[in-house]
């Protein structure tokens, strides 16, 4: 910390809030980053260190607020300064036309009438509550006059504002902003995938986990969920100036004090603009990151709101158009029982194969055996299949009517369909377990292809089939034992030529050399995935200095908890595992990472890239993580700022988005010759 005259620290510590503030506002609502991460970092470690030194200094505003430490026994009730109303709904396009037909009675016939289309967000709709330009009210929606206080959870949002902006420092004195927070898409898969980790029951869509996030009693947890929000009006009171006369001056004002308003959102001049604005969606929604079930309607001027109103519950300037429900009938052809490499039982809906949601659906998640004995699932049963906001298959229901009469239960296992131990069933938990850890040839296989997968070792040229001929042949019983194989060895397979033979040996040999990070996330401790691994690296710097850590100290690091840091504990006390960290080791493998190595610069760092359409080589979820390893930021629109746009087959419009703003388009060969030479380099 720098020294200041005692004067100045007020002074200082402001700059430094509204330093970070604008640099929030560029990352999280217009996705053009100014500075490098360790920068933004280095102005945060400075405001913090200041707020310690001088506490009485700490505002409601300062972003080192965002994250409570109080938990909430309950949320108090809020009533709403201005209605929060619902919308009726259209159903079709001619519920549509005659919602237009209806207002039309409203307007002259020399009169035009302009429509703002925006896409209904499916979120959790809240009212945020500004004074004199500081946030100091968040509420749930409620009944629409009362809501949930949840200001604490919502600090934590960062696309939300703390303090609002104005370019003379006039600010209203009453903002009373309308949102809906949501989780993007990806942000609900690593939410899953880290549930499933844990043994907790998955999210059945991203709204239920955005508004399960939102309404937690611990703030802190509510943060750890990256949760994003999208404002679509309010109310002004106070603004020097001219009031707006449209809602599309409106959104342009709440975009210049700093809310994040959806890109997407249209002013469109008749009603066959909208029209073709909902139809346009109703195909492309499925490129989005986030979830979307219509298009919400309004009438544009503001002075004709207020002449045609409300009903009882809705205005009757606005509708919400919603987009065909996702579902399809097929038939349930089998149920597969897999087995994880943590022993979890899995149980797989295998359907005859049917269109939904823009791409054919042959598979679908049934959870648990619970699930299975709630649908009263059968074999042969024509069931009803749902993409939950267009992402996961899931079997919603059966149609009983065309049941055949000699079908019968679906009879969960209670035996593990790979080794025949019995299942296990852990207290509180809904997933089944083999409980048969090195002789379960399944539970292997997966230990296996989860080591040499991209998120760990990352081993080109060892897959799944590889992995299996391995275990059949008995080269490899534990993932030391890919490290002594050599080219005969691998001869020795089947269809196994020798370059290729040579190339997988020399993939394994270089993934010795891989971060610490992706060694721990390797090892497939129970509840560790890839973001905690890289926090125990961070913070240990090696395997040793994990394995001699108390629960306690291991409790203590933000981010591990209790129950990850009981299992790792538990991990580091079985004998097969230490002894196979010691081989590991003596194979040459890298376990240890110092400071310096695991903050070395990044070649991507400060690149924004856009993944749009579909590739080959991986998904863009791996390309994204790539990504990301390398340093850069990947976003889920394109601006000005954006330094590369990659096109898989069949783009969305941020194709089109890049051309007209002139940003770098990479084809999937232009980017793999640009990111495998750094991950080599890298790594």
Request: net charge negative.
């Amino acid at each position: 910390m720098q020294n200041l005259n005692l004067f100045d620290i007020p002074a200082k510590i402001q700059e430094l809030r509204d330093k970070i503030n604008y640099h929030n506002y560029l990352y999280y609502v217009k996705d053009t980053p100014e500075i490098l991460d360790t920068e933004y970092d280095r102005l945060l470690n400075e405001l913090k260190e200041l707020e310690k030194a001088y506490p009485q200094l700490i505002t409601s505003d300062s972003p080192t607020q965002r994250v409570g430490a109080v938990i909430s026994e309950k949320f108090e009730q809020i009533k709403h300064k201005f209605r929060l109303y619902s919308l009726d709904n259209a159903n079709s396009d001619e519920e549509l036309t005659d919602w237009h037909e209806r207002i039309k009675k409203y307007f002259s016939e020399e009169e035009k009438i302009e429509f703002v289309c925006e896409l209904k967000i499916d979120g959790l709709a809240i009212a945020l509550t500004y004074e004199n330009g500081l946030f100091t009210k968040g509420a749930t929606r409620g009944d629409g006059l009362v809501g949930e206080d949840i200001t604490r959870n919502l600090r934590t949002v960062k696309s939300i504002p703390l303090k609002l902006f104005s370019p003379d420092d006039k600010l209203p004195e009453l903002v009373d902003a309308r949102g809906e927070v949501f989780m993007p898409k990806s942000s609900f898969e690593k939410l899953n995938e880290k549930r499933r980790e844990l043994g907790e029951a998955e999210f059945a869509n991203p709204r239920n986990a955005g508004s399960g996030s939102v309404r937690q009693l611990d703030p802190k947890v509510t943060s750890d969920r990256d949760l994003d929000i999208f404002v679509y009006g309010g109310v002004i009171l106070g603004l020097e100036g001219e009031l707006p006369e449209t809602h599309w001056k409106t959104l342009e004002i709440f975009k210049k004090m700093g809310f994040k308003v959806n890109p997407t959102s249209k002013l469109c001049k008749n009603i066959g603009e909208a029209f073709e604005f909902c139809k346009y969606w109703d195909e492309k929604r499925f490129d989005l990151e986030y979830a979307t079930d219509g298009v919400v309607i309004k009438v544009n001027d503001l002075a004709k709101q207020q002449e045609l109103g409300y009903t009882a519950r809705s205005p009757r300037w606005a509708i919400a158009y919603k987009f065909p429900p996702e579902e399809a009938p097929t038939v349930l052809e089998d149920i597969e029982i897999s087995v994880g490499r943590t022993g979890a039982i899995t149980p797989v809906a295998i359907l005859e194969p049917v269109k939904l949601a823009g791409t054919t659906v042959s598979r679908a998640s049934l959870h648990n055996a619970d699930e299975i004995e709630r649908l009263g699932l059968r074999i042969g049963d024509k069931v009803i299949v749902k993409k939950a906001a267009e992402i996961i298959p899931k079997v919603i229901g059966v149609d009983l009517s065309a049941r055949k009469g000699d079908s019968e239960p679906f009879k969960f296992p209670k035996r593990c369909p790979i080794c025949a131990t019995p299942l296990a069933r852990k207290e509180n938990e809904v997933i089944y377990y083999c409980p048969n850890i090195m002789g379960c040839a399944a539970q292997l296989r997966g230990r296996l292809e989860h080591w040499v997968s991209r998120e760990a070792m990352d081993i080109d040229g060892v897959g799944g089939s590889l992995v299996n001929q391995l275990i059949e042949k008995n080269l490899v019983k534990d993932p030391s034992d890919l490290y002594i194989l050599t080219v005969q060895d691998m001869l020795s397979l089947e269809r196994m030529a020798e370059k290729s033979a040579s190339n997988a040996i020399n993939s394994i040999q270089i993934s010795k050399t891989r971060p610490l990070g992706r060694f721990i996330n390797a090892l497939g401790i129970r509840y560790v995935g890839k973001e905690t691994a890289e926090i125990l690296a961070r913070n240990f710097h090696s395997i040793d200095n994990i394995k001699s850590a108390t629960v306690e100290e291991l409790a203590g690091i933000e981010g591990i908890g209790e129950k990850i840091a009981q299992s790792i504990k538990i991990y580091f006390e079985d004998p097969d595992n230490l002894d196979m960290i010691e081989k590991l080791k003596k194979a040459g493998v890298k376990t240890e990472e110092s400071k310096e190595e695991i903050q070395k610069e990044r070649p991507l760092a400060g690149k924004t890239f856009v993944l749009t359409g579909t590739l080959s080589t991986f998904d863009r979820n791996e390309a994204g993580d790539i990504i990301k390893e390398l340093g850069g930021k990947v976003s889920g629109s394109v601006s000005s700022k954006t330094d590369f746009v990659v096109v898989g087959e069949s783009p969305g419009s941020k194709y089109n988005k890049a051309v007209s703003l002139g940003v770098k388009i990479l084809n999937e060969k232009e980017f793999l010759e640009i990111i495998i030479p750094l991950q080599k380099s890298f790594r």
